[in-house]
């Protein structure tokens, strides 16, 4: 027997086999490959279960035409002959010769049940009228009697039945009259708890939603109350930055300035100087009365000792409102201390004024 089987595209891709549930598809190829070289299936049902589908499906494929089953239990795969052309040497006939002897090729080559044909009955005509007249006057006598007890039966079961759907009726008006009477009864208890309870829920109901609406307000009154103070520390600190940007431009033009004007090199973005500038312009003075002070600074105290004095920190501080003022007679330039172990000594310089031994100021010279 062959050991490849082939499936036609015509057959199962198409819309009957398409349409059909895929169990009933997956059993189908399953038929085709346990068939015999004729297409035969020995036990299809076996196969069914072994792949998990149905009788639903078997008999779907049937009746979509896909499979012929037979009353021995084989089935056989209808295009069969589309599906597979075996080689001679590679054939083995079917088993199942009384099934395959049952079928025929259609005009495409699938299978179909060959009609039926019936033996012709060599009988006359006569022979049958006789025996058939005599059975006839035998029934009709039993029919006759048996048609006669069976009314007398019907008579009296119809008069049981009546009296019995009586009683049955009056048992069941009187049911439903207490059943009435009964659910009546209950209504009127049930709706009295139920006005009770609707009357307490409706309190507590309220309650609760007054409680809801009195937490909804604090909550909404402090999220008001948070965003002002966070709307008002935004415009602090905006404000706080416009500021510093503020002074940190005006100490740019005024240290641009001074370096301009005295030839030094002081930094516009040091803090102090910073600070001090945004501490001017925050009392009310202006970028043009820092100007106006450093000209006048420059033009009196450059090329003499009080040079020194042009930077930021005597300018714009605590001197600032006398320099303004037109004051420029400020104080001469502080000189460093010395410490006790540290001596100015300088050469050719006269100490016998301070010091009467001479030994005495080498030895202060060695130290």
Not at 106 to 133: H, M, T
Not at 138 to 151: M, V, Y
Not at 241 to 256: F, G, N, P, R, Y
Not at 312 to 329: A, K, N, Q, T, V
């Amino acid at each position: 027997m062959a050991e490849r089987r082939m499936f036609a595209k015509t057959v199962v891709d198409n819309d009957t086999f398409l349409d059909m549930p895929a169990s009933a598809q997956l059993l189908y190829f399953h038929l085709a490959m346990s068939a015999d070289d004729d297409g035969f299936v020995n036990k299809p049902k076996a196969v069914m279960r072994s792949c998990g589908s149905t009788e639903t499906d078997l008999k779907l494929l049937a009746k979509n035409g896909m499979v012929i089953p037979f009353e021995s239990g084989v089935a056989a795969i209808t295009h069969w002959k589309l599906h597979n052309v075996i080689r001679r040497d590679m054939y083995t006939e079917t088993k199942y010769l009384a099934e395959k002897r049952q079928l025929g090729l259609n005009e495409i080559g699938a299978y179909v049940l060959k009609k039926a044909e019936a033996e012709p009955l060599q009988v006359s005509r006569g022979n049958i009228d006789e025996p058939l007249q005599a059975s006839r006057g035998n029934i009709d006598e039993p029919l006759q009697a048996s048609r006669g007890n069976i009314d007398e039966s019907l008579q009296a079961s119809r008069g049981n039945i009546d009296e019995s759907l009586q009683a049955s009726r009056g048992n069941i008006d009187e049911s439903l009259q207490a059943s009435r009477g009964n659910i009546d009864e209950s209504l009127q208890a049930s709706g009295g708890n139920i006005d009770e309870s609707l009357q307490v829920s409706r309190g507590n109901f309220d309650e609760s939603l007054r409680q809801d609406r009195l937490g909804q307000d604090r909550i909404e009154q402090g999220r008001l109350e948070q965003g002002r103070l966070e709307q008002g520390r935004l415009e602090q600190d905006r404000a706080e930055e416009d500021k510093a940007a503020q002074a940190a431009s005006a100490a740019q033009t005024v240290v641009d300035r001074l370096n301009a004007a005295a030839g030094t090199h002081h930094c516009a973005g040091a803090k102090q100087t910073v600070a001090l500038v945004k501490g001017l312009l925050a009392s009310g003075h202006t970028e043009e009365d820092m100007l106006q002070v450093i000209g006048m600074a420059c033009e009196k105290w450059k090329g003499t000792e009080k040079e020194s004095l042009l930077r930021p920190s005597f300018l714009f501080g605590e001197h600032f409102e006398e320099l303004l003022g037109g004051d420029i007679s400020a104080p001469a330039p502080k000189q460093k201390k010395t410490s006790a172990h540290s001596y100015d000594i300088r050469p050719n310089m006269d100490y016998s004024h301070a010091y009467t031994d001479l030994s005495e100021l080498s030895d202060l010279e060695e130290v």
